[in-house]
């Protein structure tokens, strides 16, 4: 906690120099990426191999399936999940999958501790274990515990639920999430209240991520909306990783926070400032007085497209119908100015980059947050190639193809 304070309190105390100077931080310089590498559907393709299949996944809030035998269904990437809560309060990742003829066994989400396949009426535990084929006498004998669901790993922190879509592979969460998940685990969602969620559709992944990463646009994107409380071009990053915080100053922060002694200005988020956490790949964190969205992209089902999930919490439960509304009516707005004044302008993004008009995109040394972006995909795509090449031709070819990317140390400069 006090680590996280300290940089929070870093944060906005250059927040508050770029008020006062009317500047904000840099990287070393500008950065090229190809235009193609936004609708390459072989590059697409080792994104969702290399990155999303093998790395920890935003699946679910906790509060989603706060209490035991509650469940929820979703697709990633095309793997149907079935996420179930125990009785212990532990949390299963499943594939969604009968064993008996490949049924999907379950839709939607609830409350269940049992699920009946739909075809043949297999039934199984929400463990995954199957307990009874119906007309088992007349099947044949099986031991059960062969057809138990396929298990995924599955890790909860902070109140959000991550998978990895590859049954069988574990991964280091508490190294790869870092000090973000510390950071998130210190705003205590694991005890919000889970008020619903919108959907959008949008341009490439990338193309959808990227807006998130800076504020450059704010004043021509959101003049009445983001850009009337907040500074265009003027943001301050830290990153944990490859997953960053985002400081954006509002326009009174002067006036609210000026005298603030600095030790002190991480107890005024939303109050002079606001922060975006993101978590890599694919997920985006803003915290609103009002109310919390949670941004989870998810590829596909083509390279030139992306469904992300909006998700939004609360500290408390509303109280009252008024209350209840007032959430929608919240809820409904910000899906509004994200999909229309973010996405829309994504997908014609799209249109021009697949137009050829030019080899590469360049991002700017006032967009540091995108460069340590695309550099942190570098890395892993490079560390995969360079692992292929071992495998196939041993490590001396693996050096010679450059297999050691930059993306190994990922530092932010600050300007």
């Known amino acids: 906690m006090e680590q996280v304070q300290k940089i929070h309190n870093r944060v906005a105390a250059r ?10 931080d840099q990287a070393e310089g500008l950065m090229q990426v190809p235009s193609a590498s936004y609708s390459d559907p072989e590059l697409w393709q ?7 299949k093998r790395l920890p996944i935003l699946a679910a809030l906790s509060a989603e399936i706060s209490q035991p035998g509650h469940y929820k269904t979703l697709d990633l990437l095309g793997t149907p999940i079935l996420l179930t809560r125990l009785r212990d309060g ?23 501790d049992k699920f009946a396949c739909p075809y043949h009426a297999w039934l199984y535990g929400n463990d995954g274990n199957l307990l009874r084929i119906a007309g088992e006498d007349t099947y044949g004998e099986v031991e059960k515990a062969s057809f138990k669901l396929k298990q995924l790993p599955v890790y909860e922190r902070g109140g959000m639920i991550f998978v990895v879509l590859t049954p069988g592979l574990e991964v280091d969460f508490a190294d790869f999430l870092g000090g973000m998940i510390e950071d998130i685990e210190a705003l205590g969602f694991a005890n919000w209240h889970y008020c619903g969620n919108r959907e959008i559709h949008g341009a490439n992944w ?11 646009h704010f004043a021509a994107a959101h003049p009445q909306t983001i850009h009337a409380r907040t500074f265009s071009n003027l943001a301050a990053y830290d990153n944990y990783g490859p997953h960053q915080l985002i400081g954006f100053a509002q326009k009174a922060m002067e006036e609210k926070l000026g005298q603030v002694p600095q030790d002190q200005l991480h107890l005024h988020e939303n109050n002079g400032y606001d922060f975006i956490r993101t978590v890599f790949p694919n997920v985006s964190i803003f915290v609103a007085p009002e109310i919390t969205q949670i941004a989870q992209l998810i590829p596909g089902p083509g390279v030139g497209e992306n469904r992300t999930v909006l998700h939004f919490i609360q500290r408390q439960a509303p109280q009252n119908d008024e209350e209840r509304q007032a959430n929608e009516k919240m809820m409904d707005w910000l899906r509004d100015v994200v999909d229309s004044e973010d996405y829309q302008l994504g997908l014609k993004v799209q249109e021009g980059l697949e137009s050829g008009a030019f080899e590469y995109i360049t991002f700017g040394r006032n967009e540091p947050g995108n460069q340590l972006f695309h550099r942190t995909l570098e890395h892993y795509l490079s560390k995969d190639a360079a692992q292929r090449l071992v495998a196939e031709f041993g ?15 990922l530092v932010v400069a600050k300007g």
């Open 46 to 52: 080792r994104e969702m191999e290399v990155i999303f």
């Open 206 to 216: 990338k193309v959808a991520y990227d807006g998130y990463l800076e504020g450059y």
């Open 90 to 112: 532990s949390v299963r990742a499943m594939l969604n999958v009968c064993g008996h003829r490949g049924m999907k066994l379950a839709e939607g989400q609830g409350k269940c």
């Open 395 to 409: 490590s001396k070819d693996a050096a010679k193809a450059g297999a050691h990317s930059e993306g190994d140390r």
């Open 15 to 24: 927040l508050l120099d770029h008020v006062r100077n009317r500047s904000t």
